[in-house]
T-cell receptor
Framework: GNSVTQMEGPVTLSEEAFLTINCTYTATGYPSLFWYVQYPGEGLQLLLKATKADDKGSNKGFEATYRKETTSFHLEKGSVQVSDSAVYFCALLLNQAGTALIFGKGTTLSVSS | GAVVSQHPSRVICKSGTSVKIECRSLDFQATTMFWYRQFPKKSLMLMATSNEGSKATYEQGVEKDKFLINHASLTLSTLTVTSAHPEDSSFYIC??????????????FGEGSWLTVV
């Protein structure tokens, strides 16, 4: 079936450290891939997305590249800040009308100064 | 700015009463909206898919008579928690899919609604 697997958290980093959160997927066809971020007590915000192989999504210093050969969409940031502390969800969307996002379990990132 | 608005953001209700949560798409027409439930420190659980003008499709294990979903227009879907109990206390999030099938569509989320049943 279709699914998303994220690395288990929590991830604890010092400010300015390099961040990688791994995400791999299983899907039929060619899905779109997303990273959402959820700050404490809030809803989900779209962080970045990629709709086809080799696309790179980027936003606020975060990047992720759609790798079809490895079925991956790892999230990276070169220098994290305390304000990046949140839960990050990787998700896929099948290219079929009416289908919902399929989420990974989320990875909690905690950045200390 | 937000393209999907959810209301109320927080609600407290007494056990046995019903509470309605609204989800509106502000900048686009959403033929399909989705309702999720999130438990503390957990991922999102898809409850149901709401299609405009037709009955919602519920995920396995979700009681359709307890969680009533209505998608009356292309910009509004509502979730009504009927005869609420403390175990229904949770964070409920709606989302809407913009565009048609293809590479350009995206799903946007509402801000979420905290429901506390006392």
């Amino acid at each position: 079936g279709n699914s998303v697997t994220q690395m288990e958290g929590p991830v604890t980093l010092s400010e300015e450290a390099f961040l990688t959160i791994n995400c791999t997927y299983t899907a039929t066809g060619y899905p779109s891939l997303f990273w959402y971020v959820q700050y404490p007590g809030e809803g989900l915000q779209l962080l970045l997305k990629a709709t086809k192989a080799d696309d790179k999504g980027s936003n606020k210093g975060f990047e992720a590249t759609y790798r079809k050969e490895t079925t991956s969409f790892h999230l990276e940031k070169g220098s994290v800040q305390v304000s990046d502390s949140a839960v990050y969800f990787c998700a896929l969307l099948l290219n079929q009308a009416g289908t919902a996002l399929i989420f990974g379990k989320g990875t909690t990132l905690s950045v200390s100064s | 700015g937000a393209v999907v608005s959810q209301h109320p953001s927080r609600v407290i209700c007494k056990s046995g009463t019903s509470v309605k949560i609204e989800c509106r798409s502000l900048d686009f027409q959403a033929t399909t909206m989705f309702w999720y439930r999130q438990f503390p420190k957990k991922s999102l659980m898809l409850m149901a898919t709401s299609n405009e003008g037709s009955k919602a499709t519920y995920e396995q294990g979700v009681e359709k008579d307890k969680f009533l979903i209505n998608h009356a227009s292309l910009t509004l879907s509502t979730l009504t928690v009927t005869s609420a109990h403390p175990e229904d206390s949770s964070f409920y999030i709606c989302s809407a899919r913009s565009g048609f099938v293809g590479s350009g569509n995206t799903i946007y989320f509402g801000e979420g609604s905290w429901l506390t049943v006392v």
